[in-house]
């Protein structure tokens, strides 16, 4: 997977757990989830959306590498090739 393909992925999951999210607004390096005030279920949601789109299974101690666009959409690409 390229990591643009990655980002997107990254952004539609926001995207589906916080519909009104201006995730365009976001930086590549912003913490997201104190950007956009995420509770731990909204992230956990995130978690999850990012996984069944992504196809890779993400461990609990996955999660802090999980803070902003960039490293999402690293983890992702790391983890499909």
Same mark, same amino acid.
């Given at each position: 997977?390229?990591?643009?393909?990655?980002?997107?992925?990254?952004?539609?999951?926001?995207s589906?757990?916080?519909?009104?999210a201006?995730?365009?607004?976001?930086?590549? &390096? +912003?913490?997201? *989830?104190?950007?956009?005030?995420? #509770?731990?279920? /909204? =992230?956990?949601?995130?978690?999850?959306?990012?996984?069944?789109?992504s196809?890779?299974?993400?461990?609990? &101690? +996955?999660?802090? *590498?999980?803070?902003?666009?960039? #490293?999402s959409? /690293? =983890?992702v690409?790391a983890?499909?090739q």
């Amino acid at each position: 997977m390229k990591r643009t393909e990655a980002l997107d992925m990254v952004r539609e999951a926001i995207s589906q757990v916080i519909p009104d999210a201006d995730v365009a607004a976001l930086g590549p &390096d +912003d913490a997201f *989830r104190d950007v956009l005030e995420m #509770d731990s279920l /909204d =992230f956990l949601s995130f978690v999850e959306v990012l996984s069944e789109r992504s196809g890779v299974r993400i461990e609990d &101690d +996955d999660t802090p *590498r999980l803070t902003t666009l960039s #490293d999402s959409a /690293d =983890f992702v690409v790391a983890h499909t090739q």
